[in-house]
């Protein structure tokens, strides 16, 4: 499976909205409902946001929400903070216990 | 706490080897498959290998199948990466975690493997 592919960067303004897309094949995105998205800051692990495509863990804040149609998955970070700058990765399930993360996105707030 | 501690990273001739292992606590280890995963510096994150509870069942990244060697110790609560044959293109952080879309993940703070002559 390739790297699933993400936009190199993302900007906007504090309190604005942004889109991250994350764009993979009908055998990893568009085949299970089994997408994640990670934060994660320089020098940091990363941080789970979403699970299974739309879903938050405890403790991630409701700005972060996630959808997917076809073989495209997408984050949505709304009311933009400074502390959402960070770099954001999509990961998908790839089928026979095998995973793919997509190549990350910057996020700038301006 | 759940808590993942990787080690055994550091600096390694091209063609050396190295063994990685990751200390879990704070939940039931040998109820959960794990994974490694790594990042080469100012790069993505790039899944490696997976193991099941029992260790019947493992796969690879087409990157390391062949050179590197996942195993577990359910009883030390423990996980392993013995890499061989490193190239440069090995040197990274490598994380273990849990499997990456589960509801729950847990993944260590890393250890940074440096492949150079």
């Known amino acids: 499976h390739s790297a699933l592919t993400q936009p190199a960067s993302v900007s906007g303004s504090p309190g604005q909205s942004i889109t991250i897309s994350c764009s993979g094949t009908?055998?990893?995105?568009?085949?299970?409902?089994?997408v994640s998205w990670y934060q994660q800051h320089p020098g940091k692990a990363p941080k789970h946001m979403i699970y299974?495509?739309?879903k938050r863990p405890s403790g991630v804040s409701n700005r972060f929400s996630g959808s997917k149609s076809g073989n495209t998955a997408s984050l949505t970070i709304s009311g933009l903070q400074p502390e959402d700058e960070a770099d954001y990765y999509c990961?998908?399930?790839?089928?026979?216990?095998?995973?793919?993360f997509g190549g990350g996105t910057k996020v700038t707030v301006l | 706490e759940v808590q993942l501690v990787e080690s055994g990273g550091g600096l390694v001739r091209p063609g050396g080897s190295l063994r990685l292992s990751c200390a879990a606590s704070?939940?039931?280890?040998?109820?959960?498959?794990m994974n490694w995963v790594r990042q080469a510096p100012g790069k993505g994150l790039e899944w490696l290998s997976y193991?099941?509870?029992?260790?019947?069942?493992?796969y690879y990244a087409d990157s390391v199948k062949g050179r590197f060697t996942i195993s577990r110790d359910n009883v030390k609560n423990s996980l392993y990466l013995q890499m061989n044959s490193l190239r440069d293109e090995d040197t990274a952080m490598y994380y273990c975690?849990?499997?990456?879309?589960?509801?729950?993940?847990?993944w260590g703070q890393g250890t940074l493997v440096t492949v150079s002559s």
């Open positions: 704070g939940f039931t280890f040998s109820g959960y498959s």
């Open positions: 990961c998908s399930y790839a089928g026979s216990n095998t995973w793919v």
């Open positions: 975690a849990t499997n990456p879309t589960l509801a729950v993940v847990a």
């Open positions: 299974e495509g739309t």
């Open positions: 193991i099941s509870i029992s260790s019947t069942s493992i």
């Open positions: 009908s055998t990893d995105v568009g085949n299970y409902n089994l």
